[in-house]
């Protein structure tokens, strides 16, 4: 794939596969696609950063080894790389190499004369995609000889609503799948009037209206709350409305 920022069919082709995604890998591969259509841009790294270490795609493939990644890692603890602790940090904002440095200085980094002369480029822009304060993605598109414009960084911005909206979509879904993350009346021991009673909080009844509706007193309804924020863990209304509201499948 061989794309300029005018290549309209790349793009719309790109978007369509971050709207099919339906993981996070290929989310970002998805993403890879359409930030080197955006630009132009003559290679990218996208990493999934989370709990367990980072997960780096590449395009094209294999534009890092596993060892120039090593290299990456461990000259990036002692000399963090100003983009990448930037995309970590969850900034939406893109940031260009040429922001922080000269292309003097830049070749006179560490990290240039350990890895990045190994990667011809001379230019790179950054940013992060992600709704998941846990696992953010961390996007760089790189070039050769031409900096990133500031049209450039525009379509970048454009290009942020549909990615993070797929990435919203993607997180949700993969939460909900996680083994234990099924929070159903049944895992958390609830009882089925216990379960009536969350079903109406999440529906924003007080506990009046409540007890009216099961008939039972506002103050058994308090008693039967009492012992779902127990059962679950959760402090107040808002976050048990959220929660009950979160989930595909609940049963008495």
Wanted: aromatic share 6%.
């Amino acid at each position: 794939m061989s794309a300029g920022p005018g290549d309209l069919q790349v793009v719309l082709s790109s978007l369509g596969a971050v709207a099919e995604a339906t993981s996070v890998e290929e989310l970002s591969d998805a993403v890879l696609v359409a930030a080197v259509a955006v630009v132009g841009a003559d290679s990218a790294v996208v990493t999934a950063v989370g709990p367990s270490g980072p997960t780096v795609r590449t395009w094209p493939e294999g534009f890092l080894s596993a060892e120039q990644l090593r290299t990456f890692e461990r000259v990036n603890r002692t000399h963090p790389w100003p983009l990448a602790t930037h995309t970590r940090s969850r900034s939406a904002v893109a940031l260009r190499l040429s922001d922080l440095f000269s292309q003097q200085d830049f070749r006179r980094l560490d990290i240039y004369g350990e890895l990045f002369c190994q990667l011809s480029f001379d230019h790179q822009v950054a940013f992060s995609v992600s709704t998941d304060p846990e696992r953010p993605l961390c996007v760089a598109v790189n070039r050769k000889g031409k900096d990133f414009t500031a049209d450039d960084l525009d379509r970048i911005e454009a290009l942020r609503r549909p990615l993070t909206a797929a990435a919203s979509r993607v997180n949700t879904r993969e939460r909900r799948a996680r083994p234990g993350n099924r929070w159903d009346a049944r895992s958390v021991g609830l009882s089925a009037r216990e379960t009536e009673v969350l079903s109406l909080v999440a529906s924003g009844l007080t506990n009046d209206q409540i007890g009216r509706r099961l008939g039972i007193s506002a103050r058994t309804v308090n008693k039967h709350l009492e012992h779902v924020f127990a059962k679950t863990g959760m402090r107040n209304r808002t976050q048990l409305a959220a929660r009950w509201h979160d989930q595909s499948t609940w049963a008495p």
